[in-house]
């Protein structure tokens, strides 16, 4: 179906859709003592000044946000967006020294997570923390710019580094590394790997450590994992900072509250 749309008009009739379904169908008919009626006048203000469906989003939000109350989203709809170039990532933290960029440091991840890799954890690959990056596919990096302009519309290709240990070209080697769109993981593995360490350490490798995203499905999943595989420990720090929700924790205390009932013991491998 094809029609000509007045936005000013449809933004309107948005707006007042939502601010009606809260009064009706909002759990509490109270709305948390909030004056719903001084809220559609107080953000209907602000509508007549949208000149986007981002910031018709973005007034609706920030209504709804007068409940207090959570899993209350805003999204979609007519919203334009520009095309982009995703950069290309190496897993590292950049340092300005000599007139030139070097590798500060590598982010290792965790040893016993193949998920992710860094680039320069790859077979083949041969570069170290403290080394320059002084080109990319041949082209010097530009130093009054951010140093991954140079890998802009470059995530997830093979460039050509031109990498040394002084910060000039010669003696320098040519290195190819597929690049990273995203470095979230790798670091986020490489925090927990940390924090692993630390309580495994600080307890003389008696306590694990199991770090719960969330309670739904990849939460549930992290929690079998790493929990599995430290069944053998006296105790267990459970890390749940940062954790984006999900279902209750019944899953879970049902699983810690679990009593060994038998051991099976094989001829030609080790008991269980």
């Not at 570069?127 to 002084?134: K, M, S, W």
């Not at 082209?139 to 140079?150: G, L, W």
């Not at 994992?225 to 899953?251: C, K, T, W």
């Amino acid at each position: 179906m094809e029609m000509t749309v007045d936005p000013k008009a449809e933004w309107q009739h948005l707006f007042t859709a939502t601010w009606r379904r809260y009064r009706d169908f909002f759990y509490d008919e109270d709305i948390q003592q909030v004056d719903w009626g001084a809220m559609r006048r107080q953000y209907g203000d602000m509508l007549a000044g949208a000149v986007t469906r981002w910031d018709v989003n973005v007034v609706i939000g920030e209504l709804i946000g007068e409940t207090s109350a959570g899993h209350t989203y805003v999204n979609g709809g007519d919203t334009e967006s520009t095309r982009s170039r995703p950069v290309g990532l190496l897993s590292m933290d950049w340092s300005l020294e000599n007139g030139a960029f070097r590798i500060a440091r590598i982010v290792e991840g965790a040893p016993w997570d193949s998920e992710v890799r860094s680039p320069f954890k790859q077979p083949g690959v041969s570069v170290a923390a403290g080394e320059y990056i002084l080109a990319v596919n041949a082209v010097p990096i530009d130093m009054s710019k951010d140093p991954y302009a140079a890998f802009a519309g470059l995530a997830r290709e093979t460039v050509a580094l031109t990498i040394n240990g002084q910060p000039n070209l010669e003696g320098s080697r040519e290195v190819l590394v597929e690049t990273l769109s995203s470095e979230v993981r790798l670091r986020h593995l490489e925090w927990l790997e940390q924090n692993r360490q630390a309580v495994k350490d600080s307890s003389e490798g008696r306590v694990g450590y199991v770090y719960m995203p969330d309670r739904g499905g990849g939460g549930q999943t992290e929690l079998l994992r790493q929990y599995y595989s430290q069944i053998d420990m006296e105790g267990f720090v459970i890390d749940e900072r940062f954790n984006s929700g999900g279902q209750l924790a019944d899953r879970f205390i049902e699983l810690l509250t679990h009593e060994r009932l038998y051991y099976i013991g094989w001829r030609n491998g080790s008991s269980t």
